[in-house]
């Protein structure tokens, strides 16, 4: 559990694939003022996490893409947990659930993902790619990481957050020159349009291949 907030879901063996990424500390220090939250700050920049991953949940498949900026609550100094902007789930069911049973900004859309070297995640709205990011061909391995995220993942709204641990031991690569991320603005996906004119830029990969994913359930940010 995290800050006594038991969890209600465990996923093991997640094939995960993760960008860090910067972003303009400005535009998105206005977006979260609304939202009660700052960002933390990355060398004046703030701090991004786009996370694709694959699994299965009570037998069904799914794919997701969460896009998420890191917060802090001591001005920007230290990370204390994310804020979810939008996410997106390949199984209509599970983005429905999502919305209605945890109050979380998922939406359905076709997504891919592979985790096998070199890395790449995507998603599209018919025929046309929304957002893609591709690591180049690479001969280096990456250095083994045990990687975690133990904390608090507020939602959109400024009233409700949920707690998160994700786990695992994967391989941190940084985002090198050649690779690529590529974005579209959509009308029906404004965070695309939000992550361009932020002027996002790719920092480093996580890739893991058996990440373990757990989640309390929906809190009001009062509720003790």
Request: charged share 25%; proline share 5%; aromatic share 10%.
């Amino acid at each position: 559990m995290t800050e006594n907030k038991p969890f209600i879901s465990t996923i093991t063996g997640v094939r995960e694939v993760a960008l860090a990424a910067t972003a303009g500390l400005g535009y998105w220090r206005d977006k979260l003022r609304d939202e009660g939250l700052v960002p933390y700050e990355d060398r004046g920049r703030a701090s991004l996490l786009l996370t694709a991953i694959a699994s299965r949940f009570r037998g069904i498949p799914f794919r997701e893409l969460s896009i998420s900026v890191l917060v802090s609550n001591d001005g920007g100094v230290t990370p204390a947990g994310a804020y979810l902007a939008y996410a997106y789930n390949s199984s209509r069911s599970l983005a429905f659930a999502e919305r209605v049973f945890f109050q979380t900004p998922y939406h359905r859309a076709a997504l891919t993902l592979d985790e096998r070297i070199p890395a790449q995640m995507g998603l599209s709205r018919g025929e046309r790619v929304l957002f893609n990011a591709r690591m180049s061909d690479r001969a280096a391995s990456g250095r083994q990481e045990d990687a975690l995220f133990d904390g608090p993942i507020y939602l959109p709204g400024g009233r409700q957050v949920f707690y998160a641990r994700l786990s695992g031991r994967g391989q941190l690569y940084d985002f090198d020159s050649s690779d690529q991320m590529t974005i579209e603005r959509g009308p029906d996906d404004p965070v695309f349009g939000q992550l361009i004119d932020s002027e996002i830029k790719g920092k480093s990969w996580l890739v893991r291949a058996g990440a373990v994913h757990a989640r309390s359930k929906t809190y009001r940010r009062d509720e003790p």
